[in-house]
């Protein structure tokens, strides 16, 4: 079994039925039994996954939603733990949910040693009879079809829901990574407050998130694209409706996507030049549901002067390349899996 445990959304996979779960990261408890995050043993959870998504900013006042994931780590343990034992439960068929079985676990390139320890105890309290953990950026990589055991370089940029993972990979590993805490979620915050100060609303982040999906652009350019939004008006609190452009949403992004592209040269800049040339013939492959954004690939082609294309099913790669990579689709000598396994 391969798992994305990511900020935005948990994805299972296994070998014979491929992707068997896609649901947020967010996990809902009542809080009569939840009396701080990580505090209460006898907490009562009330939904995960889109379930508890959807009563973000919205649950009453005897409910609490939690989003135990922060920047690809766990930022919450209790929680986490609960929300993998929810969704290791809905992806098993009802005769296998007493049976433990092997678990391959995506986590971002910078993680501590203290933070891949929490996945994997998470991982084991949710049925896992052993733990590997495989680099978010190799497994995107394997995901997208890119020849990583090869001698030729290949690039991958995988925007995640809270991190950006930028790798180089040749023979089976990684020669050169990066990791950025900045991912989805800042792009959505980006935006709130982009209209925050242009239009003196404020949204909430499902409506944010909403508008990237919808009409968002890494580019200023026609067709420009328009939708309604509505928030509330920081003059008085009271509903305000504003028409949201495409080239708004360009400009709340600029800084962020700066802060990513930034990360790609500096990896450029510490690679070996027999890499970057290969990279320069094959390009750069986004992954992660941040490679959705529009015209995100033109914008990264115009900034480095590469070629740059979207993977096919980006918000799946990282999952089904961990799952390859338990299948043993790696150099025997250059193992995918963690030195903390």
């Known amino acids: 079994m391969a798992v994305d445990l990511g900020t935005a959304n948990t994805l299972i996979y296994t070998a014979d039925r491929g992707i068997v779960l896609d649901e947020p990261s967010v996990v809902c408890f009542e809080r009569h039994g939840f009396k701080g995050k990580g505090k209460a043993a006898d907490a009562s959870v009330a939904a995960v996954g889109a379930q508890a998504k959807a009563l973000v900013g919205r649950a009453p006042q005897n409910l609490e939603t939690v989003k135990p994931l922060s920047h690809g780590v766990i930022a919450d343990f209790f929680a986490a733990e609960h929300m993998m034992r929810r969704f290791v439960a809905m ?83 990684v020669a050169r990574s990066g990791s950025l805490r ?54 008085d609190g009271l509903p305000r ?62 900034e480095l002067g590469v070629p740059v294309r979207v993977a096919d099913a980006p918000l799946t790669c990282a999952v089904r390349g961990a799952g390859a990579a338990a299948a043993g689709a790696v150099l025997a000598d250059q193992p995918a899996f963690s030195a903390y396994d």
Do not use: W
């Open 241 to 302: 409706t504003v028409e949201i452009t495409s080239e708004d949403i360009a400009d709340a992004l600029a800084f962020p996507l700066r802060q990513v592209i930034g990360m790609v040269r500096r990896v450029f800049e510490s690679a070996p030049p027999e890499l970057v040339t290969d990279i320069a013939d094959s390009g750069i492959v986004l992954t992660g549901g941040g490679a959705l954004l529009g015209r995100l690939d033109q914008c990264f082609a115009a």
């Open 91 to 173: 992806a098993r068929p009802r005769r296998l949910l007493s049976r433990r079985s092997a678990f391959t676990v995506c986590v971002p390139g910078d993680a501590t040693r203290v933070e891949r320890r929490a996945v994997r105890e998470a991982a084991f309290a949710s049925g896992a009879a052993t733990v590997n953990l495989i680099d978010e950026s190799l497994a995107s990589a394997l995901g997208a079809g890119l020849p990583v055991g090869a001698p030729t370089g290949s690039m991958v940029v995988d925007i995640g829901g809270g991190t950006t993972e930028v790798g180089v990979i040749a023979l089976g590993s």
């Open 182 to 235: 900045v991912g989805g979620d800042q792009f959505d915050r980006a935006i709130i407050e982009h209209v925050r100060n242009l239009y003196g609303v404020i949204l909430g982040e499902q409506t944010a998130e909403h508008l990237k999906m919808t009409i968002g652009s890494a580019l200023h350019g026609e067709p420009i694209e328009r939708m309604r939004a509505t928030g509330r008006s920081v003059e």
